[in-house]
T-cell receptor
Framework: GENVEQHPSTLSVQEGDSAVIKCTYS??????FPWYKQELGKRPQLIID?????GEKKDQRIAVTLNKTAKHFSLHITETQPEDSAVYFC?????????????FGKGTLLTVNP | GAVVSQHPSRVICKSGTSVKIECRSL??????MFWYRQFPKQSLMLMAT?????????EQGVEKDKFLINHASLTLSTLTVTSAHPEDSSFYIC????????????FGSGTRLTVV
């Protein structure tokens, strides 16, 4: 089955700096890669996703890059703000179809210091 | 966007009793829902895939007789934790995807189960 590795497990940055979280996956059949933000005690919220036919996607301060050959994808947050502090999870799925399950990375605790 | 409603949000039960958690897709039909368990400071671990009108598919190591899943309609899946023990205390969360919108998987709000 799919195995998703995520690094780092914790990341502390100063407000205004950039943050980068990296993930690798093992199943070459995976072609959907979402990123979730989870605040303490709350549900994961989708912040951005990318499909394997795209190498990069950007939404305001958030961007995701995908290298399908190397089987890795990364989340980039620019101009970080204290409200960006949360746990971030990457995930991979063999398809965007509703029947295919997500495999999650172990998460990255991001702390943005004012 | 797609909305998934999960109840209850918190439940405390005595050891040996059973607890039912409901997950509803409010504005779309979900033939498949996923049930996850999340221990403190850990990732989401898939427990089982709930399929409407058929048996659930359980992940390796998950006891199907302990975690009963029923997906009797296109909008409702339930997870029943039977004979709960303190080690079952965790955050249980469901998810589904609305295939009609292209959105990512949507999660329910989660259920914090505490077994005393």
């Amino acid at each position: 089955g799919e195995n998703v590795e995520q690094h780092p497990s914790t990341l502390s940055v100063q407000e205004g700096d950039s943050a980068v979280i990296k993930c690798t996956y093992s199943d070459s059949a995976s072609n959907y890669f979402p990123w979730y933000k989870q605040e303490l005690g709350k549900r994961p919220q989708l912040i951005i996703d990318i499909r394997s036919n795209v190498g990069e996607k950007k939404d305001q301060r958030i961007a995701v890059t995908l290298n399908k050959t190397a089987k890795h994808f990364s989340l980039h947050i620019t101009e970080t703000q204290p409200e960006d502090s949360a746990v971030y999870f990457c995930a991979a799925s063999p398809s965007g179809g509703s029947n295919y399950k997500l495999t999650f990375g172990k998460g990255t605790l991001l702390t943005v210091n004012p | 966007g797609a909305v998934v409603s999960q109840h209850p949000s918190r439940v405390i039960c005595k050891s040996g009793t059973s607890v039912k958690i409901e997950c509803r897709s409010l504005d779309f039909q979900a033939t498949t829902m996923f049930w996850y368990r999340q221990f403190p400071k850990q990732s989401l671990m898939l427990m089982a895939t709930s399929n409407e009108g058929s048996k659930a598919t359980y992940e390796q190591g998950v006891e199907k007789d302990k975690f009963l899943i029923n997906h009797a309609s296109l909008t409702l899946s339930t997870l029943t934790v039977t004979s709960a023990h303190p080690e079952d205390s965790s955050f249980y969360i469901c998810s589904a995807r609305d295939p009609g919108t292209g959105d990512g998987y949507t999660f329910g709000s989660g259920t914090r189960l505490t077994v005393v």
